[in-house]
């Protein structure tokens, strides 16, 4: 049965690039299986999988679909400037602009951007064309109907429910058409499939947020790279703050910072201020990023060890050294760092951040992916 998980987790990663950690294959791998298949047998799936890709696709729908919601970390979305975009689409002698949302689950986030494009242009028609791609069959059906639980709709402000909301049966509400006729949505697989999805030329915005942190290194790098090449030549990423924080310091090397925007969330104040690191420890640890950036991984793991022997609770250099040991090929010191960092975090959550806008959150998800990868 455990070689049959095994062979199973590894199909999973060559088909979506989603990596099970070992020790959640029999729970993760079991209830995917129990949901996707009638038999609920590993051994039989393998068997039956190899002529019968509707299997496959099932257990990929349970195992990749993840929790979104309208106006997901709303400061970022808010960072992008629709009317620029409309003035550079303009002189460019396009007819709008075009966005892709890569990995969009169920729709929240293609619709949160067409109902701020909305509210940007205050038209019914704005300049905007958006896709919303996702690997999931079952989650690209879900978008196209546009209904919703209130838990999808939790932070949507009443005013915007009155103007581009309708009621619909049960407990769901429906996207207004004001929103839907701005987005369509198309099954796509970030790993195997051709980018730009088919039908779509060069984008002006690419959002993928929240899905490169399920991805091991190599294929993070993959489909960074291949993101990039996607957009325009004045284009636009837009990544999440925990996706950035698993980039590897080769693929943050190649990133230019024109092409990049990873604001983090906005995180509520505090009645507790964070402690400030000595000024040594900020020091150390910008170096550490730097080195990073460059690619001298040897460097930044030098200098992010000297940020921690002057400020042992700064979770996110201790974050970084991971990275760093990453880097330098050292699994088992990338490990522990990641484990100190989630320690670190856990005995000190109002400060040791260094840097206030970092959402505690986001670093503790990244370590527990990067620790699953490596596992």
């Known amino acids: 049965m455990s070689k049959a998980l095994d062979r199973i987790a590894?199909?999973?990663?060559?088909?979506?690039?989603?990596?099970?950690?070992?020790?959640?294959?029999?729970?993760?791998?079991?209830r995917a299986l129990a949901t996707a298949t009638p038999d609920r047998d590993a051994e039989m799936f393998l068997h039956r999988v190899a002529g019968d890709r509707d299997s496959l696709a099932r257990l990929l729908d349970v195992v990749t679909i993840k929790e979104t919601f309208f106006h997901r970390d709303e400061q970022q979305l808010r960072s992008i400037d629709w009317?620029?975009?409309?003035?550079?689409?303009?002189?460019?002698?396009?007819?709008?602009?075009?966005?892709?949302a890569a990995g969009c689950a169920t729709g929240e986030e293609p619709y949160t951007l067409a109902?701020?494009?909305?509210?940007?242009?205050g038209s019914v028609a704005p300049p905007v064309r958006i896709l919303g791609t996702d690997l999931s069959r079952t989650a690209v059906d879900d978008a196209e109907r546009g209904e919703y639980r209130e838990r999808s709709l939790r932070l949507v402000p009443s005013w915007q429910?009155?103007?581009?909301?309708?009621?619909?049966?049960?407990?769901?509400?429906?996207?207004?058409e004001s929103a839907r006729r701005l987005v369509r949505f198309a099954q796509h697989n970030l790993v195997r499939d051709p980018i730009p999805a088919p039908g779509a030329g060069g984008f002006d915005v690419v959002l993928c947020r929240n899905v490169l942190i399920y991805f091991d290194a190599p294929t993070v790098?993959?489909?960074?790279?291949?993101?990039?090449?996607?957009?325009?030549?004045?284009?636009?990423?837009?990544?999440?703050a925990a996706d950035t924080l698993c980039l590897t310091a080769a693929t943050l090397g190649q990133l230019d910072r024109r092409t990049i925007v990873a604001l983090p969330p906005h995180?509520?104040?505090?009645?507790?201020?964070?402690?400030?690191?000595?000024?040594?420890?900020?020091?150390?640890?910008?170096?550490?990023?730097?080195?990073?950036?460059?690619?001298?991984?040897e460097a930044a793991v030098a200098a992010l060890r000297r940020a921690l022997y002057l400020e042992p609770t700064l979770a996110a250099a201790s974050f970084q050294l991971g990275r760093g040991h990453e880097a330098t090929g050292?699994?088992?010191?990338?490990?522990?760092?990641?484990?100190?960092?989630?320690?670190?975090?856990?005995?000190?959550?109002?400060?040791?951040?260094?840097?206030?806008?970092?959402?505690?959150?986001?670093?503790?998800?990244?370590?527990?992916?990067?620790?699953?990868?490596?596992?």
């Open 221 to 240: 790098a993959i489909v960074v790279d291949r993101l990039r090449e996607s957009l325009r030549p004045d284009g636009t990423l837009v990544l999440g």
């Open 115 to 121: 109902l701020l494009a909305l509210e940007t242009f």
């Open 83 to 100: 009317r620029a975009l409309a003035e550079t689409v303009r002189n460019r002698g396009s007819g709008a602009i075009e966005v892709w």
């Open 267 to 297: 995180r509520p104040r505090r009645a507790k201020a964070p402690s400030v690191p000595a000024p040594d420890a900020t020091s150390h640890f910008l170096h550490g990023l730097l080195a990073l950036q460059r690619g001298d991984a």
């Open 161 to 176: 429910r009155t103007m581009h909301f309708e009621s619909s049966t049960g407990a769901t509400t429906r996207i207004g």
């Open 10 to 30: 590894d199909l999973i990663h060559r088909e979506s690039g989603v990596r099970v950690p070992s020790d959640r294959r029999p729970s993760m791998i079991g």
């Open 330 to 375: 050292d699994r088992p010191a990338a490990v522990r760092a990641y484990e100190q960092t989630l320690r670190t975090i856990a005995e000190h959550p109002e400060g040791g951040l260094l840097l206030e806008q970092i959402d505690p959150a986001d670093i503790a998800s990244a370590c527990h992916h990067r620790i699953a990868a490596l596992a």
